[in-house]
């Protein structure tokens, strides 16, 4: 498999045989089929990171809960990767820094997450209580009602007594 780098390598040997066009210094006239192949090859030969980088970029909606797990794991995965792909210290330098941006990147999406969830949890909370109390103030209003429908019903019973007494009494007396 040829490397990014040697097909750049390519690519400036390509434009370096490049003949000139008359009259016009900043043109020249290549090989378009050679052109094609290295173009061709450099797209084969994409780094697998760079497309699992935008992969993780364009799904960042997904991540949830597990985002500082994922992102521990992406971080090993791209350690190994780099230390197996390349010995290059440039090489790997870069995968290090990519590996560490996704692993912020993924810790501020999980602390994102985290802020929304308890918004989101202290939001119901706050109507749940809002209710909560609403029905406390109608069971106490209730209670109220139904201790002054107690204590009429009760003075009411003991004016019927008092009144059924009076008309026994008066009944025994004539």
């Known amino acids: 498999m040829t490397s990014i780098e040697e097909l750049l ?20 006239i290549v090989d378009s089929e050679e052109l094609n192949r290295i173009v061709e090859d450099i797209r084969i030969n994409l780094p697998q990171e760079i497309r699992k980088a935008k992969a993780i970029v364009a799904e960042r909606a997904t991540i949830v809960a597990e985002a500082n797990k994922e992102a521990q794991d992406i971080l090993n995965k791209a350690q190994e990767r780099a230390r197996a792909m390349v010995n290059q210290e440039a090489i790997y330098k870069e ?4 590996a560490e941006k996704l692993r912020s990147a993924a810790e501020e999406q999980a602390n994102e997450i985290l802020r929304g969830t308890f918004g989101y949890s202290d939001g119901v909370l706050l109507d749940t209580e809002n209710a909560v109390n609403q029905n406390l103030e109608s069971i106490r209003q209730a209670r109220k009602n139904l201790r002054t429908l107690a204590k009429s019903k009760a003075a009411s019973n003991r004016a019927n007594r008092r009144q059924a007494e009076s008309d026994e009494d008066d009944a025994g007396e004539q």
Do not use: I, R, T, Y
Not at 9 to 28: H, I, N, R, Y
Not at 95 to 98: I, M, N, V
């Open 9 to 28: 390598g390519e690519l400036d040997a390509v434009m370096d045989k490049a003949k000139g066009v008359p009259f016009s210094p900043d043109k020249c």
């Open 95 to 98: 995968a290090k820094e990519k």
